[in-house]
Structures are given as structure tokens and as C-alpha cells.
């Protein structure tokens, strides 16, 4: 199994200080939050991508995914919304990532509308995807949240380019047990988010181990040899506790787990 963090979990942090908190803690890889407050995003220019890419290296760090915000189920036009994909595309590319995520976001609109939105707009970005070696990720979100409901799009889009990123907080609120999900997204999965909370209620992140969502069993339900990736979400709770101080006993928590689960 390798691991990574999302520099949701780092905000403001500058890319040289993630990527080596990332390794001094065991961490193979970072998940890159793509928006204009980070230090790279679709609108970064080309030098400041390779240097972003050169700092990465050196540093011995993957980038596991660029985490887009790009709603591919949401009411409105086609365009604006490929063009924001094939920016992260474009992206990813730039850096060696081999996937972008983004969102469902089809809450206003009927299931049925949704899903076609989703489905017809993935299957026209996911072969622009394949051609720059990246694949685009449906994280189980908002109006998808449930494995069921992104694999309903995915079965449909039928195409190795577009896959699912399971968020186990999403999964769990909408009902749906680590092995149901894992059964829902196997053909389609890409990684895996991993985090932990207080209570349905009480989404304040906590440190891995210390809250309320299933772990272990979505350890278990795990591919071997795949990634998890801690989201904190830090940027959204600011009152939350700060990442680093807890990096190095997250690292160990997932380690026994995935000790804990191999046959």
C-alpha cells in the first residue's frame, strides 16, 4: 500500500514545505489541491509547473492526483465545464499525475438529468484524458456520494479514463457499508480518501484513529498495492488542529491497519 496527503489538509503551505513533510513522515505521494490560493493550479504558467515538478522530485514525492473542483453533473452548459477539465488535464500532465478529481454536483437537478450530464461530459473528456496519460476520478461527493450512485455514471461512461475516488466520509454519510462500496466501485477505482470525524453531525476533522468512521474495514475492502490518501480538511475547519503535528502517527495508524488486514 502507498500513502499520501492532500495539501487541503496544509493550506497556504508552500509547495517545497509540503512535499517535505510528506517524505519526512513516510508519505509516498501528495494529492494537490488545484485552486488559485495553492501554489499550482490550471492558471499556473508552464515554468512555474516544472519548477513545481522539479521541487516534487527532488524531494522524492508523487503526486498522486490534482484535486479539481470542476462539477462534471451540474446544470448548465457543456463547455465551461470541459474546458475546466481539460485545464486539469493539462495539468496533471505537467506534473506526472496520474489522475484529476472532481465532483459530482448535480444537487439541484432530477437523478436522471444529473447522471446524463455527468455521463455525457465524461465520455467526451475522458479520451482527451487517455491521450495525455491521465485519468479523470468522480470523487463520491454531494449528489453522487454513495459508491452505487458514482458507479451508475462510471458503468455507463465505459471508459478506463474515467474512474472513482472513493471518499470514505461521503460513503459512510450516505449509508453505505466500506465493503458495499468497495463492490459498487471495484471496476472504476482509483484511490481511496481516508479521514476521520466526530460524528455525522460534528464534521470537525480528527486525526486517523480518533473519530468515528469505519477505517478498518475500508482498509480491509482496500485494493492491495493501491493508494490512501488522507484528506484533512483543515482549510474548511480552521479551528481544527494543525496537520503536521499529527503526520507521523496518521502514517503509523494506516500502516497497522493495512498490517491488520493483509491475509
Not at 462539477?71 to 506526472?96: N, S
Not at 461530459?121 to 450512485?149: K, M, N, Q
Not at 461521503?170 to 460524528?199: C, F, M, N
Amino acid at each position: 500500500m502507498k500513502y499520501a496527503i492532500s495539501t487541503l489538509g496544509l493550506p497556504g503551505t508552500p509547495l517545497e514545505r509540503s512535499a517535505a513533510l510528506a517524505a519526512d513522515h513516510g508519505y509516498d505521494g501528495l494529492e494537490l489541491r488545484a485552486h488559485p490560493e495553492e501554489p499550482l493550479h490550471p492558471g499556473s504558467p508552464a515554468a512555474e509547473r516544472a519548477a513545481g515538478r522539479r521541487t516534487l522530485t527532488a524531494a522524492g514525492v508523487a503526486v498522486l492526483g490534482i484535486a479539481g473542483y470542476a462539477k462534471v453533473a451540474a446544470a448548465g452548459a457543456d463547455e465551461p465545464v470541459l474546458a475546466e477539465l481539460r485545464a486539469l488535464v493539462r495539468l496533471a500532465a505537467d506534473l506526472d499525475a496520474p489522475c484529476v478529481r472532481v465532483f459530482p454536483g448535480g444537487g439541484d437537478l432530477p437523478e436522471a438529468a444529473a447522471d446524463a450530464n455527468a455521463v455525457r461530459r465524461l465520455r467526451v473528456a475522458a479520451p482527451f484524458a487517455e491521450r495525455h496519460g491521465v485519468r479523470i476520478l468522480l470523487e463520491t461527493h454531494d449528489s453522487h456520494r454513495t459508491g452505487a450512485a458514482a458507479a451508475r455514471v462510471l458503468d455507463q461512461v465505459a471508459h478506463p479514463a474515467a474512474g472513482a475516488l472513493w471518499d470514505v466520509l461521503h460513503t459512510w454519510l450516505g449509508g453505505e457499508s466500506p465493503e458495499r462500496s468497495r463492490q459498487a466501485l471495484a471496476a472504476h477505482l482509483g484511490y481511496i480518501q481516508v479521514k476521520d470525524v466526530v460524528s455525522a453531525h460534528e464534521l470537525t476533522p480528527l486525526g486517523l484513529g480518533a473519530g468515528v468512521l469505519p477505517l478498518a474495514e475500508v482498509v480491509a475492502a482496500a485494493p492491495a498495492g493501491g493508494w490512501l490518501c488522507w484528506e484533512y480538511e483543515k482549510r474548511w475547519y480552521p479551528e481544527a488542529a494543525e496537520l503536521p503535528g499529527q503526520l507521523a502517527r496518521g502514517r503509523e495508524h494506516l500502516a497497522k491497519l493495512v498490517a491488520g488486514s493483509a491475509p
